[in-house]
């Protein structure tokens, strides 16, 4: 892998950050909206009290972590997708750059995108509901990794597909992600879930996470269980979907269809 | 001397059709070479394998003396692409663009090359505007731009003239054969504008339904078949008559 090449894509996309204001409220705007709407539900449902129940921390570290997951998956299928409606698949895949480097390339937008985010939600979740995501210490590191690059093999399936049926699949990259949400047990705990669906909860990285962040908040303390789980699970889906898209590319170059991707 | 590329037995096949069959030829360095033929000859695929954004069914690919399953990086850093039908990221601007392709291929003192380019091609003026407020004539001086910012030894070239007008394709002729003159870059060019091919073209190979119908000079075709110009030549052999 070149750096040099990687850094060109990195910089390609953030041109179209810096001029673009609807790009930039497309990351701000859903977010803090959700923010908002969980955050006063929080301070509603504390106000009535439930026992033994803090619905600010379980809830607003919820949503801020659905959203890292969302971004990451998002910004590597966007990336990726933008390509192929400026038509510029095949200029790029023309210089020397591998598949590899420009997925590490959508990564990295991923990753200015998740850092971004996430300062505005931890600030503006402190500012008005008093909730610290900082309380979560060490935790917070390998949680927002996790999240991270399961968003990232998610994002990759999406492509991966997009790849193989060309533009008509590209609402995936929007709506994909919803489908693991009620699994991931991001709201609830796992054991709010039928039985039979929790041992689909565990075969979802997110979920270990969500799971562990609960943990931090309740007891200070987190299982090495939650976070192996979670590495573990990624692993696998890291190495499955790079696999996939990687037999995807070979067969739209077989067919010819690499440049036949729109419409 | 090494031909720079050198195809032999080349064939592809989508499903129950042959693109490409059986195709074989040489380019030699320095020259620019007319890939010919009719709508659905197999020229674009046959660009494509040469680019490899698609994989040949069987036969050989050298391009540089070099094969893409040993030595892909470096067939990509010394040849490049254009052709109206890609393009350019529109939300980009002009020197946007430059800068990017210039730091995919790694290209050293980015910013002189540009300068370099931009001159010759005369796109100073619009290097500030978004990609897709261009005009044809720009858009295509900025793709040729493009292509030559990796000092490319062979230059690949899907239809550069089709949907010009007559006016900006004579402007494009000219440009290529200054670059081949003064730059000594090596293209293979398809096109199905016989009198432009005429024009610019120090050999030319006609294919049809993926297969290799002849190939040589201009003058040497014109004279072998007995005609007027390479138009005529052309059709003759698009409709299958014999010599
Ligand atoms: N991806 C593809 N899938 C199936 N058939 C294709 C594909 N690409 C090209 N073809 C077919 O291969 C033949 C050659 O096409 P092409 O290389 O585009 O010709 P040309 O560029 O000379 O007009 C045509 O019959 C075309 O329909
Ligand atoms: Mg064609």
Redesign the pocket.
């Given at each position: 892998m070149k750096w040099h090449r990687i850094n060109a894509l990195l910089i390609r996309h953030l041109y179209l950050y810096k001029r673009s204001f609807p790009r930039i409220m497309d990351i701000i705007y859903w977010p803090v909206m959700e923010l908002l709407v969980w955050g006063f539900l929080s301070l509603y449902i504390d106000k009535l009290g439930i026992g033994g129940f803090n619905a600010v921390t379980v809830l607003l570290g919820a949503v801020i972590f659905w959203d890292f997951l969302n971004q990451s998956q998002k910004s590597v299928s966007i990336s990726f997708l933008e390509e192929i409606w400026e038509k510029n698949l095949l200029n790029i895949f023309v210089t020397p750059l591998r598949i590899s480097e420009f997925f590490v390339s959508t990564l990295l937008v991923g990753l200015v995108r998740l850092i971004l985010v996430g300062i505005i939600l931890a600030t503006l979740s402190f500012l008005m509901y008093r909730f610290n995501l900082f309380e979560l210490g060490f935790a917070l590191i390998p949680f927002v990794l996790n999240l991270f690059l399961f968003g990232w093999a998610l994002g990759l399936f999406a492509n991966a597909i997009i790849l193989r049926f060309g533009t008509s699949a590209q609402i995936l990259a929007w709506g994909f992600l919803i489908l693991v949400q009620p699994f991931s047990a991001v709201f609830y705990p796992v054991s709010a879930l039928p039985s039979f669906l929790q041992g689909i909860a565990y075969l979802i990285p997110s979920t270990y996470v969500f799971e562990g962040m609960r943990e931090v908040f309740a007891t200070g303390t987190i299982s090495s269980a939650h976070l192996w789980g979670a590495a573990l699970a990624n692993l696998i889906y890291l190495i499955l979907m790079t696999t996939f898209f990687f037999r995807m590319f070979a067969y739209v170059k077989r067919?010819?269809?690499l440049l036949?991707l729109e419409g | 001397m090494a031909p720079i590329i050198e195809v032999t037995h080349l064939v592809?096949e989508?499903?129950s059709?042959r693109?490409?069959d059986d195709l074989s030829f040489r380019v030699e360095e320095g020259t620019i070479t007319g890939l010919l033929?009719?709508?659905?000859?197999?020229?674009?695929?046959?660009?494509?394998m040469l680019l490899d954004l698609?994989t040949p069914t069987s036969g050989t690919i050298r391009i540089l003396g070099k094969e893409y399953r040993s030595a892909r990086e470096y067939i990509l850093a010394n040849l490049n692409f254009s052709s109206p039908y890609v393009s350019l990221p529109g939300n980009l601007k002009v020197h946007e663009n430059l800068l990017t392709f210039g730091r995919l291929y790694g290209v050293l003192n980015l910013r002189e090359q540009i300068d370099r380019l931009a001159d010759f091609f005369e796109i100073r003026e619009f290097m500030k505007k978004l990609t897709y407020n261009l005009s044809t004539g720009q858009l295509t001086r900025l793709n040729l731009t493009k292509a030559l910012l990796n000092n490319p030894k062979l230059l690949l070239l899907?239809e550069p003239t089709a949907s010009l007008d007559p006016d900006i394709a004579d402007r494009t002729r000219q440009l290529l054969k200054r670059i081949q003159k003064e730059r000594g870059v090596t293209i293979l060019y398809?096109s199905h504008n016989m009198e432009e091919v005429e024009e610019i073209c120090d050999k030319v190979i006609f294919?049809q339904r993926?297969r290799l119908k002849d190939e040589g000079t201009p003058e040497e075709l014109v004279k072998k078949y007995g005609r007027e110009d390479l138009n005529d030549v052309f059709l003759h052999i698009a409709r299958n008559q014999t010599v």
């Open positions: 067919e010819g269809k036949k | 592809k989508f499903g059709v693109a490409v033929g009719p709508n659905g000859a197999g020229k674009t695929t046959t660009i494509q698609i899907d398809t294919i993926g």
